[in-house]
């Protein structure tokens, strides 16, 4: 009896250990922000700034027209760190200071890509419509990133706050993150 109940747990956990994720949970300035993270996470960081910068550097010219500038931004990564490939994933929150027309930012951002691999697909991710980017270096490449990008204030076409949610982690738990982030702004 004993040898079959010792069986039924090693089975058990086995069986759960392949589909466990750490489930992330954090407020950065006025943003919830909550996703799955991979089950091996050794490190959840939050960072954000009101200067148009993250840690201490300006942010990319592409994330914004040139009209236009970043006010904030708010994020949390997570993942594993001590793993030779460093994976990754998580969401960033950009608010610009002037509503945007989403179509034509959403437009730069795709064409001032530097990757040699670039596939976009329509989703929806957290109730909102969203474009899905999947990029590498070749079509096949094994360190094959994933950027998502949603706006939550949507409004007839324009909008000030931009979620990119980016990893770095196998599709499989890429797809995870995808399905379960959920970004809120609080008062």
């Not at 069986?15 to 466990?20: A, K, P, Q, R, V």
């Not at 942010?59 to 904030?72: G, V, Y």
């Not at 969203?130 to 998502?148: H, V």
């Not at 204030?153 to 000030?160: K, M, Q, S």
Request: negative net charge; aromatic residues 8%; glycine residues 6%.
């Amino acid at each position: 009896m004993m040898r079959y109940l010792i069986t039924l747990i090693v089975l058990i956990s086995v069986g759960f250990s392949g589909i466990s994720a750490i489930p992330v949970n954090e407020t950065v300035m006025n943003f919830r922000i909550s996703f799955d993270s991979i089950n091996d996470t050794n490190m959840v960081a939050k960072f954000w700034s009101d200067e148009g910068k993250i840690f201490n550097e300006p942010l990319p010219e592409n994330a914004t027209t040139p009209t236009n500038e970043i006010i904030k931004a708010a994020g949390i990564v997570s993942g594993n760190v001590s793993d030779s490939s460093d994976r990754w994933g998580g969401c960033i929150i950009l608010v610009l200071k002037n509503p945007e027309n989403t179509s034509v930012l959403e437009k730069n951002i795709i064409e001032n890509r530097t990757e040699q691999y670039i596939r976009v697909f329509d989703r929806t991710i957290d109730g909102h419509k969203a474009l899905l980017l999947k990029t590498a270096d070749y079509p096949s490449d094994p360190l094959m990133e994933f950027e998502a990008m949603y706006w939550l204030d949507e409004v007839n076409g324009e909008a000030t706050k931009l979620v990119f949610v980016v990893s770095g982690w196998p599709e499989k738990e890429a797809e995870r993150l995808l399905d379960t982030i959920h970004v809120e702004e609080m008062a």
